[in-house]
């Protein structure tokens, strides 16, 4: 059974970081790309950052400069790094996991097989 646990959220003041882990377990890590999508009150799941099997990686436009994804495969572990934080930024934010996706619709949620139930992040202004 495959399992994705997302932590780290939090409340933080804008300017501010925060970073996110999540936790896989039941697929063969190595094997998946992994992404981060967020959901704000009222708004469509949005993607924010993914990386490939071969730690390729690709980013929402607003996020990029401020949010580093990376994964550590000797721990199942996928992690989103948060600098210089804005209000926009508040949502939920969710773990998923694809077998193997083009680049071309890697952003898209629906190529994602895996979901955690994932981790609320507010900034605060």
């Known amino acids: 059974q495959v399992q994705l646990v997302e932590s780290g959220g939090g409340l933080v003041q804008a300017g501010g970081s925060l970073r996110l882990s999540c936790a896989a377990s039941?697929?063969?890590?190595?094997?998946?790309?992994m992404g981060w999508f967020r959901q704000a009150p009222g708004k469509e799941r949005e993607f924010v950052a993914a990386?490939?099997?071969?730690?390729?990686?690709t980013y929402l436009d607003s996020v990029k400069g401020r949010f580093t994804i990376s994964r550590d495969n000797t721990k199942n572990a996928m992690y989103l790094q948060m600098n210089s934080l804005k209000p926009e930024d508040t949502a939920v934010y969710y773990c998923a996991a694809t077998s193997g996706v083009p680049l071309a619709i890697i952003m898209s949620p629906t190529s994602y097989n895996y979901w955690g139930r994932g981790t609320q992040v507010t900034v605060s202004s």
């Open positions: 039941g697929l063969i890590f190595s094997r998946y790309a």
């Open positions: 990386i490939r099997s071969g730690s390729s990686t």
